[in-house]
């Protein structure tokens, strides 16, 4: 998951680059007053959303296989560990059964 979000900030760095060039070049235009900067910024975040979405979807799927696996195995043990939690407890009110009889 780090590689991917190193990779997602990489593309918006690369946008916010070409972005920047554009519009002090002219090419795109300036923000009002001194909301250039946020102009910028905003301008680069709604163009490395999509190139993102494109570029790496196969990282993508690769840190959601991840994910899903972590997930699994935490179930997994988490329900192995309700199951000795069960049999502690079925023992422990057999020997009370047990020793009230």
């Not at 916010?16 to 002219?26: E, N, P, Q």
């Not at 946020?38 to 690769?62: G, Q, T, Y």
Request: with cysteine; net charge positive.
């Amino acid at each position: 998951m780090l590689r991917y979000t190193l990779m997602r900030l990489g593309v918006f760095v690369g946008c916010l680059v070409v972005v920047w060039g554009a519009v002090y070049s002219g090419i795109a235009p300036r923000g009002l007053g001194d909301s250039n900067g946020l102009w910028i910024v905003l301008l680069a975040l709604l163009v490395s959303a999509p190139i993102s979405f494109v570029v790496l979807r196969k990282e993508r799927d690769r840190a959601s296989v991840q994910i899903v696996h972590r997930v699994d195995r935490m179930k997994a043990n988490l329900e192995a560990s309700r199951s000795q939690e069960d049999v502690a407890d079925d023992s422990a009110r057999t020997q009370a059964q047990g020793q009230t009889s």
